[in-house]
T-cell receptor
Framework: ETGVTQSPTHLIKTRGQQVTLRCSSQ?????VSWYQQALGQGPQFIFQ???????GRGNFPPRFSGLQFPNYSSELNVNALELDDSALYLC??????????????FGPGTRLTVL | AQSVAQPEDQVNVAEGNPLTVKCTYS??????LFWYVQYPNRGLQFLLK??????LVKGSYGFEAEFNKSQTSFHLKKPSALVSDSALYFC???????????FGKGTRLSVIA
């Protein structure tokens, strides 16, 4: 098991609602990335936060937004939920330094169902 | 832009036999390659990575992967499969340090006793 935790485990929302997902990074890590994994697909990059600033974004609309806090924990917020937002949302933490390609450590994910 | 292809949706192998899960990639610069495994209702678990150096990379649980630059491949291998290896395997690539990973669609490995 990694030291990355996510909450809640499962969530059911209806179309148009808003949702906040939470992630606690592994100790010593300063970077958090969020991924969306639709059923039968590989994870798709949403965005990354480094030192509380967004540090890269994938092909997701602005209604997907995030935050990183001073303790490096993070939130993913999704507004105006659509049916296609139903997926497993994965948080990954890593250490971004001046050298090395440090692997990302993933949390167990939050399963979001939009009805 | 980077991309990863995992040409097999499903791989079946008998317990004790060698296994191979295939991955090919496309990047504009030097590739940095990773394999992750996902068990049911779990997040992704890191297996191994290739950054530079020896083309044969050894990882967790007896897995290894061979980097082949001319064929742009990074196939995952294990000499003797276990039933407990049954899971979903993802290959991922990045072309710069600390940039997001680009994942393949995944290959479901089924090891039959």
């Amino acid at each position: 098991e990694t030291g990355v935790t996510q909450s809640p485990t499962h969530l059911i929302k209806t179309r148009g609602q808003q949702v906040t997902l939470r992630c606690s990074s592994q100790s010593g890590h300063n970077t958090v990335s969020w991924y969306q994994q639709a059923l039968g697909q590989g994870p798709q990059f949403i965005f990354q936060y480094y030192r509380e600033e967004e540090n890269g974004r994938g092909n997701f609309p602005p209604r997907f937004s995030g935050l990183q806090f001073p303790n490096y924990s993070s939130e993913l917020n999704v507004n105006a939920l659509e049916l296609d937002d139903s997926a497993l949302y994965l948080c990954a933490s890593s250490y971004s330094g001046t050298s090395a390609h440090n692997e990302q450590f993933f949390g167990p994910g939050t399963r979001l169902t939009v009805l | 832009a980077q991309s990863v292809a995992q040409p097999e949706d499903q791989v079946n192998v008998a317990e004790g036999n060698p296994l191979t899960v295939k991955c090919t990639y496309s990047v504009s610069g030097n590739p940095y390659l990773f394999w992750y495994v996902q068990y049911p209702n779990r997040g992704l678990q890191f297996l191994l990575k290739y950054i530079t150096g020896d083309n044969l990379v050894k990882g967790s649980y007896g897995f290894e992967a061979e980097f082949n630059k001319s064929q742009t491949s990074f196939h995952l291998k294990k000499p003797s499969a276990l039933v407990s290896d049954s899971a979903l395997y993802f290959c991922a690539v990045r072309d710069l340090r600390n940039t997001p990973l680009v994942f393949g669609k995944g290959t479901r490995l089924s090891v039959i006793a």
